[in-house]
């Protein structure tokens, strides 16, 4: 079996490759600030999306009559993939828009497409998602804030959490209760488009223990929205939830993101000498980064097979949690050994000018505490794989 890519694949790789180079400073890996949320931070990020735009490659994918060119998925698998190798600024961003855009296309009305998919496609408004609360995360249908319909609209309170980029985003995306006397829990819940002017919303920022402060929580306090932001059927927002929640976890940024890390160790190890011996002779070291490059190869395979499922119109819900699962426990393993093989180094932070990698693996060992709990936990994933993937029962 080959797996190589083809030519054309090839090409728009290299011209991804290009335009990250063209478009990020130089010293973006080493030094700059890939992931705080100061005003620099904000404005590469917002140029960075522009050109993203510009190029087409927000909405490339799209049909032909919602202003897209019915591009391959592939290309925006390999989009993703080298946008979370060079640590691309606004990923949360570009993410999200994938997922707003895919709820549109698919379950939106005409009117919802017409007023939302331009913006999107400009990269002009930005949007957050509000699926977890303090009581459902991993387990969507737990959802407790509760839309109650009244005269024209419906009237939303309650509270979400891990609503990253809400302080910066103009809409949000969210399933709500309208329906809690349901039999069925899925069949309580609706998604929705919600203007974050809107009056009764309140967003705090909450700072990560890595130092990002992207995430927020979101306070809903009688908050009114038109009828017409229902997005498809009432009490079908479980549908539009998981599929969105399939893009969330399907992707290559796993096997991106520590293919750098390992890049970089192996250079560590090559340039660094204990005791007068280089790091790259030790048996100890050398089998930990062959390790790595093993899982590493696993993750991407995992991650191309589902881009392949995607592509053929296939169910994703297994092969994507397989991957996230992998990818996110892999995320933790890679940023561990990497603090290993550092030594000393791994104390130092983004900032400290003898931070080896722009103080990233150490960045990362603390972001990636959380990684294994976003978009579904481990147990999560594995229950998903076991009825879905292998077809046992639900316990």
Known sequence: ????????????????????????????????????????????????????????????????????????????????????????????????WKMVAALLLNFGSEEQKRRHLPGIAKGEVYWCQGFSEPVAGSDLGGVEVRAAEKDDCYVINGQKIWTSGAHRSHWCFAPLMTDPDAEKRSRRLSMFLIDMKTPGITVNRLESLEGAAHLCETFFDDVRVPKENLVGERGRGWLGAM????????????????????????????????????????????????????????CRMLAYRTAWVQATGQDVTSVGAMVKLFGSELMQ???????QIIGPYAQLVPGSKWAKFGGLITRDYMWNLSITIAGGTSEIQRLIIATMGLGLPRM
Not at 62 to 90: F, I, N, T, V, Y
Request: charged share 30%.
């Open 1 to 96: 079996m080959d797996f190589r890519l083809t030519e054309e694949q090839e090409r728009f790789r290299q011209e991804a490759r290009d335009f990250m180079s063209r478009q990020l400073p130089s010293d973006w890996l080493h030094g700059g600030v890939p992931e705080d949320e100061t005003d620099y931070w904000w404005e590469i990020s917002q140029k960075f999306l522009r050109g993203l735009a510009q190029k087409g490659w927000l909405s490339f994918t799209w049909p032909k009559e919602c202003g897209g060119q019915e591009r391959p998925l592939w290309e925006d698998a390999l989009l993703g993939e080298e946008m979370a190798s060079w640590r691309a600024p606004a990923m949360d961003y570009w993410y999200r």
């Open 243 to 298: 599929a969105l929640v399939n893009i969330e976890r399907s992707g290559l940024g796993a096997a991106s993101l520590t293919q750098r890390i390992l890049d970089w160790l192996v250079q560590f190890a090559k340039e660094t000498k204990r005791n007068g011996v280089p790091l790259a002779e030790d048996p100890v070291i050398r089998h930990k980064l062959a390790q790595m490059a093993i899982e590493i190869q696993i």
């Open 333 to 339: 393993r890679v940023s561990n050994t990497g603090l």
